[in-house]
């Protein structure tokens, strides 16, 4: 016979106990919310807003068996809220990503991502849960916002902007490269020792409601302090120590009742699974865009294997004025506004999508204002509209196309074809018409630098004779 209760179950159980229960333990820490001029809505919209981003650029671990199980025990964590810091319209969700490194983070509003790293740092379901309590604590005291609202300014748009370049770390994720996902003063990420401790206080009652002894948080970041490794614990860069951290925890504790037993007993075989799964990527993996979406569990297509390009050059001419050498293994695919050299394999269709994996596509776009800049952004556009996830990894730079000044933008992307993550150098100069002439090269991320100097090469061989 099973004797074990659904986390279903759990979680009436636990709301009834707390409801009969009087407010048990006086000496319970009561937790002031902090002034905060944003509303809740705004809470919800940032936090979607950047969990949808997150989402896209991390690698997300997509089991369907781990996520199942986070999520209940998130479900039940969630139910356990005080009703004091429950929100209208909060909606707490739970993520795995596919990464090494311990760490955690909540986004206003509910989203939560948990790295794989974390799980499997904890001993116990209750230790991985008390991280999870900790951040649902954030979000319900709505810290992110809070923290905020003590900011000089009160503009949302910024803080949108602020919060996905914190999680991502800019276009090349250069931040996260540097094992600092939260390092840009990122209001929502990264919080004062106040807030840690109220977080610690609030996430150990949130556990004992649900059903889970808090004394377990205390252990927990013992674990992480220890097990952060060489390139020092990420979870407690954003979530500073406060002072006496473990004593605080505990004598929390002591004063709380443990509502019965939530423990799902399915934790030692997760973690056996996820250790048995090929290693999770590093953040600077990540960062340096060789951790595919899409990785486990999925049916992604295959990476695309194709010969690398020929040192030997052949010359083509794509329009009447152009001429330009590219590798003598790529062929040709005219499209009528640019033509697409490519080696065999690279030419890809999908969804009725055709696009390039490896390669270099000149083209011609109507130049509007006359200014080579103003032009080339307006590409640019154009480009991230068919590429949602194409990103600037800098400013462009000055730089000659055809003997004539132009300007070099090196891009990121995530193939909509492959999923894979993308180097793309865009090269843009004017041409006599006031249109404007394109050269782009395309390569997976982890093969970029072989293909540079092949780009460059391309590039250098451009004649432009239409004067
Ligand atoms: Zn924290």
Known sequence: MNARVSTQQYRRLALLVAVLLPAAGA?????????????????????????????????????????????????????????AYRHAGFRYSFDVVNQKEINAFALPGGPMFLNRGMIEAARTEAQMASVMAHEIAHVALRHGTAQATKGQKFQIGALAGQILGAIVGGAAGSVIAQGSQFGLGAYFLKYGREYERQADLLGAQIMARAGYDPREM???????????????????????????????????????????????????????????????????????????????????????????????????????????????NWEARDAGDAVTYAPDGAFVEADGETGFTHGVQIGVAAGASGDLRRDTEQLLRALARANPDLRAAGAPRRDTVGGRAGLATLLTNVSTVTGEREYVSLSTTQLGDGNLLYIVGVAPAREARAYDSTFRRVSASLQIADR
């Not at 989402?55 to 199980?69: A, I, S």
């Not at 509502?259 to 960062?287: C, H, I, K, W």
Request: aromatic content about 6%.
């Open 27 to 83: 000496a319970q820490t009561t937790i002031a919310l902090d002034p905060n001029r944003y509303s809740l809505q705004q809470d919800v919209q940032l936090g979607q807003e950047a969990a949808a981003e997150a989402r896209r650029q991390l690698p997300m671990l997509d089991d369907e068996r781990v996520d199942d199980y986070v999520e209940a025990v998130g479900e039940n964590l969630v139910a356990a809220v005080p009703a």
């Open 218 to 328: 205390a252990n927990m970041f013992r674990i992480i302090e220890r097990e952060g490794g060489r390139s020092g614990p990420e979870w407690l860069s954003s979530h500073p120590n406060p002072s006496n951290r473990y004593d605080a925890i505990t004598r929390e504790a002591a004063v709380l009742r443990v509502n019965g037993n939530a423990d799902t007993g399915r934790f030692a075989s997760m973690r056996a699974r996820l250790r048995g799964m090929p290693p999770a990527y590093t953040a600077e993996q990540v960062a340096r865009g060789q951790a595919r979406r899409r990785t486990v569990g999925t049916a992604g297509r295959p990476s695309t294997r194709v010969e690398p390009p020929a040192s030997q050059f052949r010359v083509h001419t794509p329009a009447r004025f152009l001429r330009v050498a590219v590798p003598a």
